[in-house]
């Protein structure tokens, strides 16, 4: 079955700067690349997704870049903002198939 | 749209008493998803349905769990007897039309089992 890493665990950033999130993943059949935002007490956010047939796409200051060869996504947070703190959860899918989540990552983003 | 309801957000109850979540998810979706998250094994998909019918619900820890959706803007699960390693945040999520793409989850229901 799939099998999703995301790194790293914990990640602070000053405000203003950029932030970046990795995961990997082992089903070369996924297709379907969530990432999810999920503040203290909170359900996660859908904030972007990606799919198999493009290598980035972005929303304002978030993108997403998609490597299918090396199986790999990331997150980047550009001009980050202390609004932005939260546990970040990125996830693989075939798309008919469910979620395998990451771990989660805990941004901080330091005034 | 309001987003995918849960009620109640907060759940404390006795080990072997019953307990019960509702979900209405997203009017026009028609996939509806519960999962459990704890820090231990984060995000676990328990059950999901598709028009109203469980789909796979291979997810689902014991017999002690069980879910239910009447309706198309209604869903509940359900623990009898629970116990203390229940304990968790449950979520209920909903998508339209392409299954497991784009799921827009809920706020939640922490439930503590004592």
């Known amino acids: 079955g799939e099998n999703v890493e995301q790194h790293p665990s914990t990640l602070s950033v000053q405000e203003g700067d950029s932030a970046v999130i990795k995961c990997t993943y082992s089903d070369s059949a996924s297709n379907y690349f969530p990432w999810y935002k999920q503040e203290l007490g909170k359900g996660p956010q859908l904030i972007i997704d990606?799919?198999?047939?493009?290598g980035e796409k972005k929303d304002q200051r978030i993108a997403v870049t998609l490597n299918k060869t090396a199986k790999h996504f990331s997150l980047h947070i550009t001009e980050t903002q202390p609004e932005d703190s939260a546990v970040y959860f990125c996830?693989?899918?075939?798309?008919?198939?469910?979620?395998?989540f990451g771990k989660g990552t805990r941004l901080s983003v330091i005034a | 749209d309001a987003g995918v309801i849960q009620s109640p957000r907060h759940e404390v109850t006795e080990m072997g008493q019953e307990v019960t979540l509702r979900c209405k998810p997203i009017?026009?979706?028609?996939?509806l998803f519960w999962y459990r998250q704890t820090m231990m094994r984060g995000l676990e998909l328990l059950i999901y349905?598709?028009?109203?019918?469980?789909i796979d619900d291979s997810g689902m820890p014991e017999d002690r769990f069980s879910a239910k959706m009447p309706n198309a803007s209604f869903s509940t699960l359900k623990i009898q007897p629970s116990e203390p390693r229940d304990s968790a945040v449950y979520f209920c999520?909903?998508?339209w039309g392409q299954g497991f793409v784009e799921q827009y989850f809920g706020p939640g229901t922490r439930l503590t089992v004592t």
């Open positions: 349905f598709n028009n109203n019918v469980p």
């Open positions: 990606i799919r198999s047939n493009v």
């Open positions: 009017s026009g979706h028609d996939y």
């Open positions: 999520a909903s998508s």
């Open positions: 996830a693989a899918s075939r798309g008919n198939t469910p979620l395998v």
